[in-house]
């Protein structure tokens, strides 16, 4: 009976056009959000931390592969393995992102999107390093690649935050900041080394 009440009450207020009205009214003053069913951003929180550690292990999984398994030590060979480790993670998961662009929570696309920062910064290291490309100097090589993936990375996950800043929730700004932050330490780390 109770829960019978409990449906007719919140379908007459669902009904009611002042109810409306007042809720349009707050959202616009951003004092009222609009709620979405929190089963919807778990699963989308989910599925952008899934495709966050799909960016962190592909790549070190296929060059264990590829050491382990075909006995390929160094040289070109497992420089591309890791490029396309990270190009075969980049662009499903580049796809999905897009595709979802307007229907994915911001938390789960800002995971989404530090993945894929950190599988573009292994191909810039891999392409110097293997051409011997540095403008460090005495910092080597692969720290020179790190850094312009690392560049890349905070400048991917930067556009996302600026865009979209006004209408994130504060946990994937958060999430996206720390990313960023994490990004620049590891260039203060390649830089020190």
Not at 30 to 57: E, H, W
Not at 166 to 179: C, D, F, H, N, V
Request: hydrophobic share 55%; with cysteine; glycine share 10%.
């Amino acid at each position: 009976m109770g829960n019978a009440v409990l449906f007719f009450f919140r379908e007459q207020l669902r009904q009611d056009v002042r109810l409306e009205k007042t809720q349009t009214a707050l959202q616009q003053e951003g004092l009222c959000l609009d709620v979405q069913p929190i089963g919807s951003q778990l699963k989308a929180t989910i599925i952008g931390l899934a495709l966050l550690g799909l960016g962190f292990i592909l790549p070190f999984a296929l060059e264990f592969i590829s050491r382990e398994f075909f006995q390929i030590r160094h040289g070109v060979t497992l420089d591309s393995v890791i490029v396309v480790a990270c190009l075969l993670y980049i662009l499903p998961v580049g796809q999905y992102l897009w595709r979802h662009r307007q229907t994915m929570h911001h938390l789960a696309m800002t995971f989404g999107l530090i993945g894929v920062g950190w599988a573009i910064w292994w191909i810039p290291v891999v392409i110097f390093d293997s051409l011997n490309i540095s403008f460090l100097g005495k910092y080597g090589t692969g720290n020179s690649g790190g850094i312009i993936g690392l560049l890349l990375s905070i400048l991917l996950v930067a556009q996302y935050l600026w865009r979209h800043w006004q209408t994130m929730s504060r946990s994937a700004a958060l999430t996206g900041l720390i990313g960023i932050v994490i990004f620049i330490l590891m260039i203060s780390v390649l830089l020190v080394i």
